[in-house]
């Protein structure tokens, strides 16, 4: 049962706070070496390239699909790794994995994205590096995924999940 | 040196993204995922929104999604300006229109409201997921390449 006393809508709720521990200055900096490094990655690779992207659908190319394999096999060694010997961050923290559980959306979401993904060539990451790359038509698909993105927080409570 | 500047093979590439996922946690604590960038950009633009998508997501926790996006804008630019012989255009020419824009801004739709609904995308769920032997990113990676190989083969000849 909740007790009224001590409410205050004007305070925002604590509980998010204490359960994430806040990003230190250092953390950011490892964020965007890492966003670089990533950048870089997705150029060099071509995964952010559309013709990549419109050949891997086609099946002319193993490239792109090579690619995910190494790189799900190469991170599941390493989430192995870290489980075998409970590496901590290098702020100590535990290294812990919160899976996305299952809904409706997995499937019907999944789907809608793999379609924009074919028709813009790119997926989340590769938008940012297509638009620091210098294609400027990618800042439509970025506008594009935000109006999804609002789109589905307005349709959120409609939507089954 | 040379090979540096040309396009990267697939076995280097595919090591390095995928160092992605240990480093990110080593370095930084984070899970790698890109698509929540999107919410955190929409729940900076709409502080006072009463929409539950944005009044109960943690701003402060997730601002690092951005920093990364920026990280990533950044990179792809030294890659494009200093590392490549003959960097090729990220999109085809025939995008430079205004069917293109309009194709961008629809595929863009999808993918915004797509990666959101699934609660993820190739990063996080294909990668990072699958990686931790998490089955429903298994299932909404089988679904990201049923909804592209739909419209690549169903729609292809009128969209490309």
């Known amino acids: 049962m909740e007790t009224m006393t001590e409410t205050n809508d004007s ?3 604590k509980q998010a706070e204490q359960a994430k521990p806040a990003t230190s200055p250092a953390a950011y900096l490892m964020v965007l070496l890492m966003g670089v490094y990533l950048g870089i990655l997705f150029s060099k690779s071509e995964v952010a390239h559309w013709q990549r992207i419109h050949d891997m659908f086609l099946f002319r190319e193993a490239h792109m699909y090579l690619i995910i394999v190494t790189a799900i096999v190469v991170a599941m060694f390493s989430m192995q790794v870290i489980k ?3 590496i901590r961050s290098i702020e100590g923290k535990p290294i812990k994995y919160s899976p996305k559980p ?15 993904w074919a028709i813009t060539g790119a997926c989340p990451g590769p938008i940012y590096a297509q638009i620091g790359g210098g294609q400027w038509m990618a800042l439509f698909t970025l506008v594009g995924a935000l109006l999804g993105m609002f789109s589905y927080a307005a349709l959120k409570p409609k939507l089954p999940h | 040196m040379q090979w540096l500047m040309q396009p990267w093979p697939w076995w280097l590439s595919g090591i390095l993204i995928g160092l992605t996922v240990p480093l990110l946690y080593l370095l930084a604590g984070k899970a790698f995922g890109i698509s929540t960038s999107l919410q955190e950009i929409g729940a900076l633009c ?7 998508y944005f009044s109960k997501f943690d701003r402060k926790a997730n601002l690092w ?3 990364f996006a920026i990280g990533i804008a950044i990179g792809a630019f030294v890659a494009t300006q200093f590392l490549s012989a003959d960097p090729k255009p990220f999109l085809p020419a025939s995008m430079e229109s205004v069917s293109g824009a309009i194709k961008l801004l629809v595929g863009g739709f999808l993918i ?13 769920h294909s990668i990072t997921g699958i990686a931790n032997l998490n089955w429903p990113s298994l299932l909404a990676t089988v679904c990201f390449f049923a909804g592209g190989l739909a419209v690549t083969w169903g729609l292809g000849g009128w969209l490309f």
């Open chain 1, 11 to 13: 305070q925002p709720p």
């Open chain 1, 84 to 86: 075998r010997f409970q």
């Open chain 1, 102 to 116: 299952y809904h409706t959306g997995v499937v019907i979401g999944g789907m809608l994205f793999g379609a924009g």
């Open chain 2, 46 to 52: 709409s502080p006072h929104s009463k929409l539950e």
């Open chain 2, 65 to 67: 999604t951005i920093v």
């Open chain 2, 112 to 124: 915004g409201f797509g990666t959101r609904y699934a609660g993820g995308c190739t990063s996080g």
